[in-house]
């Protein structure tokens, strides 16, 4: 199993792969049902969850059911658990959406739900986040999760998301990081995909963040939040839901 994840996630482009997922995943979860593991997205329980990672995998990490990965149940647990996402009037802007949040957020009656992205086959409008086709604040709520690692000019693509974001509104901006990192690493003449992925963690990301992240997203006028929620959970429950200790859930304010 983990030499196959480690092949599908290296070798067949990200669209196939979400497009192979559409029809496989009711067959996965067949195979992996069980009670130790539990996805709150979906609220299912597994036997296991499925090792990810692009070089050195990490076990239990992908939920077979939602492909929800330790960031997204933790964001999820989040917004759950501390947030009125649920049951408050918004209206949302997703780019680049993982496939289960908006199969999810898009049937919630509450929501004004609007997904954008340049490549992804299953979002609302094709977008480029440094020129985002929305008026200026538009979205009460924004999340954008592993996008900006891929963006040379990140700077700019968070004042588009500043820019649409209304007054009082808020956001979940995940990107990968190094905790132990202070200053983001980040070297543009790289661009052969293995170099890459030797370099930054993946073949198609241009940095690795470190703390200064927040100081990104401080210069392009947010307000921040370095929220560790995973913390806020036993050892046990860490383990049931397949979370990670040291995951950072950067929280955007717009005053």
């Not at 992996?32 to 996805?39: S, T």
Request: glycine share 4%.
């Amino acid at each position: 199993m983990k030499r196959l994840t480690k092949f599908l996630l290296n070798k067949v482009p990200r669209p196939m792969l979400i497009k192979m997922s559409i029809w496989a995943r009711p067959l996965i979860y067949q195979f992996f049902k069980g009670d130790q593991f539990f996805d709150p997205i979906d609220g299912k329980s597994y036997r296991k969850f499925l090792p990810y990672g692009y070089g050195k995998q990490r076990e239990n990490a992908l939920s077979p059911g939602t492909l929800s990965l330790e960031r997204h149940r933790q964001m999820y647990l989040y917004l759950q658990n501390e947030t009125d996402f649920f049951i408050k009037n918004y209206k949302v802007l997703h780019i680049a959406p993982e496939q289960e949040f908006l199969r999810k957020f898009k049937r919630m009656s509450n929501l004004n739900y609007i997904s954008a992205d340049l490549y992804s086959p299953i979002v609302d409008v094709k977008a480029d986040i440094l020129n985002l086709p929305f008026e200026n604040e538009s979205f009460d709520i924004i999340f954008c999760n592993h996008v900006l690692e891929h963006i040379q000019d990140d700077a700019k693509a968070m004042s588009e998301l500043y820019r649409v974001m209304k007054p009082g509104g808020w956001g979940i901006l995940q990107v990968p990081m190094k905790n132990s990192l202070e200053k983001t690493y980040e070297d543009f003449t790289i661009t052969d995909p293995k170099e890459r992925q030797k370099h930054f963690g993946q073949y198609d990301h241009v940095r690795w963040y470190g703390m200064d992240y927040f100081d990104r997203l401080k210069s392009a006028g947010f307000e921040v939040e370095a929220n560790f929620y995973s913390q806020e959970f036993s050892d046990e429950e860490i383990r049931k839901y397949g979370l990670r200790q040291n995951e950072i859930l950067p929280i955007v304010l717009k005053k």
